[in-house]
């Protein structure tokens, strides 16, 4: 078989050449350039004679640099994978080094394409198509390539080859194809690794203390095994709230202040330490309260800064505020107040605009249901803007009427759509609506045990009164 010669581009002098002589900080260079670039020198680190770069007055020798640590992990004396113009990179971490190429099989990307023989297709292949074979053993539980044994049973080829072994902490004996711990002392070590990690996050010695009272508490309550899985996460509670542990624990106001409710949320099971330990409960009306008060706010950020239209929805909540604090109002009426009134101004194209009677007939045709919501907004902006809106000749007008028929017609007209769940209690409730003008209040009372299918639709009995419905209302739209 004759030998092929591939030209390589040489970085010296910028030509096509056969053969590379030396590879340097990611680059290449052939004879010539070597010759002329790299001269015989004193290694600045060690003072032995090596050729070196010329122009690089911090180069080194190879058998310096091979002493250097990996850039991606940090180790020494590791066998090295590449060498690139930031440094020395290890066997283990050179995959990461490589150019991302797609897998021969399911065409992913990846930099870790390998050749695996026993599937003799001769394919380079990602990972995940190198394992596609493999199987949880069931006598170590670890991922691995399972064969039969005397019995029978597939496990992998250490736990059948190999004699079980005593975990080297506890000395229960486990599955040679486990690692040298059992599982309750893995998961301990792992618990009290990132503890040891973590608690260099706290400068103040009580939290520290804290900290590690949690810990154990967070053992007992549900195991080494969900405690290490938790605790990352749990830490972020800690550090978000570093500064209120000076040398108390904080009381409920400062942690929902600084956390707010949904914060809180996130951390159940520190809430439930406090709670048992410290006798620091944060009362859920309060945190109802801290959640309303952040839902409004969040709504008006939808509205661009700066705007009109920002700038006239933030006076109004300010005025309900002011309204809220007097005891006239709860934080959940000024959350439902101000959800119609920003719903209003982002419908209007140009956010310098103040609504009109048209606008607001433009939004309540699409959301008649907001129509008493949006009182309080249009008689603010009458008062403090002047917009002279009709609303309240408006609110009593056919028009108001008309467009809840039409939300309602559009509701009922998607429900025949075939590709739709059919809800019989949806299209009773705006069945009943539509066709016997019943209240919206008294639809939501309607039960399921109140329906009766007959042949032609439903009957529905309330109040001692029938009223009937059909199964299909192609017909009441044809006409």
């Not at 940090?74 to 290890?90: A, D, S, W």
């Not at 283990?92 to 992913?108: G, I, Q």
């Not at 893995?186 to 949690?214: A, D, G, T, V």
């Not at 996130?266 to 801290?290: A, G, P, R």
């Amino acid at each position: 078989m004759t030998e092929v010669n591939i030209e390589q581009l040489c970085n010296g002098c910028e030509k096509s050449v056969t053969q590379i002589k030396k590879r340097y900080k990611g680059k290449k260079y052939c004879s010539t350039c070597y010759a002329r670039i790299f001269k015989k020198c004193l290694c600045p680190k060690c003072g032995l004679s090596a050729r070196l770069p010329k122009n690089d007055d911090q180069a080194i020798c190879n058998e310096c640099i091979k002493k250097q640590p990996c850039i991606r992990c940090n180790q020494f004396n590791r066998p090295i994978g590449k060498l690139t113009e930031y440094g020395v990179v290890c066997n283990s971490c050179s995959v990461y080094f490589r150019e991302v190429e797609r897998c021969e099989r399911c065409n992913v990307l990846s930099q870790k394409l390998t050749k695996i023989s026993r599937f003799n297709d001769d394919l380079r292949v990602c990972p995940k198509c190198s394992t596609r074979d493999y199987e949880t053993c069931p006598s170590c539980h670890k991922y691995r390539l399972l064969e039969l044994d005397e019995k029978g049973n597939k496990v992998c080829k250490k736990c059948r080859t190999q004699p079980n072994k005593p975990c080297i902490e506890c000395k229960t004996m486990i599955s040679a194809g486990c690692g040298d711990l059992c599982d309750d002392c893995y998961w301990i070590k792992n618990l009290w690794s990132k503890f040891h990690q973590n608690i260099y996050l706290f400068e103040s010695s009580f939290l520290k203390k804290q900290y590690e009272n949690y810990v154990l508490w967070l053992v007992d309550l549900v195991g080494a095994h969900q405690a290490a899985l938790y605790l990352n996460k749990h830490t972020h509670f800690f550090i978000k709230t570093e500064m209120l542990w000076k040398n108390d624990i904080p009381d409920a106001d400062q942690l929902l202040l600084v956390l707010r409710a949904s914060g809180l949320r996130k951390f159940e099971l520190v809430t439930q330490w406090l709670d048992q330990i410290h006798s620091i409960k944060i009362s859920s009306v309060h945190k109802n309260e801290c959640s309303e008060i952040d839902q409004a706010n969040k709504l008006i950020e939808q509205l661009p800064q700066p705007s009109l239209a920002f700038d006239v929805v933030f006076a109004y909540k300010q005025k309900l505020d002011e309204k809220m604090h007097q005891g006239k109002t709860s934080t959940r009426s000024v959350r439902l107040a101000i959800k119609p009134a920003v719903a209003l101004m982002l419908s209007i194209q140009d956010k310098q605009l103040l609504p009109d009677l048209v606008k607001v007939k433009v939004y309540l045709s699409e959301y008649s249901g907001q129509a008493a919501a949006l009182t309080g907004f249009i008689n603010f902006l009458n008062d403090q803007y002047d917009t002279k809106i009709d609303y309240i000749s408006l609110k009593h007008s056919n028009f108001m009427k008309e467009a809840s028929k039409r939300k309602l017609e559009k509701e009922l007209i998607s429900m025949l759509n075939p590709n739709t769940d059919f809800n019989i209690m949806v299209w009773v409730k705006n069945g009943l609506q539509l066709f016997h003008d019943m209240s919206y209040q008294d639809s939501l009372k309607i039960k399921l045990e109140m329906i009766v299918e007959i042949k032609d639709g439903y009957n529905v009995l309330y109040n001692n009164q029938n009223y009937w419905l059909p199964k299909n209302i192609d017909p009441f739209f044809k006409q």
